[in-house]
C-alpha cells in the first residue's frame, strides 16, 4: 500500500477517534437550519487539534503495526501455499513413481507367468516324447521276444516234426537209417517245412 493510502486511512481513524472522544454535541446549536449543522468555534478548535494528534499517533505507531501484520500474515500464507504446492507435486511425482512399479510390477508378473507356461508345455513335451520312447522301446523289445521266441518255436517244431517223421517212416519201411541218409532227410523235410512255413 502507498503512503497516501495510508495517510487517508490513519485520518479516517483518528476522525472516529476524535468523534467518540468528543460528543456530537458540540456541533449541535439549538437554533435550527444550517446553524444546526455547522460546529461552534471553541469546541472545534480542540476537536481539530485532538483530531490531528491522533492522526499522527496512528501513522506514527499504529499503521506501521497493522502493515507489518498484515504483511507477516500475507508471507504465512504465501509459505503455507509455496509449500502445499510443493507437497502436491510432491505426491503427484511419488503417485507417478508408484503407477510405474506397478507396471512394471504387472508386466515382470506377465513375463514369470508366460515363462512358467513355456517351461510347463517343454516339460510335458519332453515328458510326453520320453514316454512315448519308452513305450516304443518295450514294443520294439516285445516284437523282438516275439519273433524270437516264434523262432525258437519254429525250431522246435520243425525238430519234433524231424524226428516224429524219422520215426514213422522207419515203421512204415521196416528199416534203419544210415546217419548220412537220417542227416539228408531231416534237411530235405526242414526246408520243405520252411518252404511250406514261408
Known amino acids: 500500500m502507498n503512503a497516501h493510502v495510508r495517510n487517508c486511512a490513519s485520518g479516517m481513524i483518528a476522525f472516529a ?9 458540540a456541533f449541535a446549536d439549538e437554533g435550527a437550519g444550517i446553524n444546526a449543522i455547522l460546529p461552534q468555534m471553541e469546541e472545534f478548535i480542540p476537536m481539530l487539534v485532538a483530531f490531528i494528534i491522533l492522526w499522527i499517533v496512528l501513522a506514527k505507531f499504529g ?14 500464507i504465501k509459505n503455507s501455499l509455496e509449500k502445499s504446492e510443493e507437497a502436491r507435486q ?33 516339460l510335458e513335451k519332453e515328458i510326453t516324447a520320453k514316454a512315448q520312447a519308452e513305450a516304443d522301446a518295450i514294443v520294439d523289445k516285445a516284437r523282438a521276444q516275439i519273433e524270437q521266441e516264434k523262432e525258437n518255436a519254429i525250431k522246435e517244431l520243425q525238430a519234433t516234426m524231424a524226428d516224429t517223421s524219422i520215426a514213422v517212416a522207419s515203421r512204415l519201411i521196416g528199416e534203419d537209417f ?16 520252411g518252404s511250406l512255413n514261408g
Not at 477517534?17 to 454535541?25: I, L, T
Not at 499503521?63 to 504465512?76: H, I
Not at 513413481?97 to 517351461?119: C, D, M, S, V
Request: charged fraction near 35%; hydrophobic fraction near 35%.
Open 17 to 25: 477517534a476524535a468523534s467518540a472522544a468528543f460528543p456530537v454535541c
Open 90 to 122: 510432491e505426491s503427484e511425482r511419488l503417485l507417478a513413481e508408484y503407477r510405474e512399479q506397478l507396471e512394471g510390477a504387472k508386466t515382470q508378473a506377465q513375463q514369470i507367468l508366460n515363462n512358467a507356461k513355456l517351461t510347463g508345455d517343454a
Open 63 to 76: 499503521w506501521p503495526l497493522f502493515e507489518g501484520m498484515l504483511n507477516k500474515r500475507e508471507e504465512t
Open 178 to 193: 544210415s546217419d548220412d541218409e537220417h542227416r539228408k532227410l531231416i534237411e530235405r523235410y526242414v526246408k520243405e517245412a
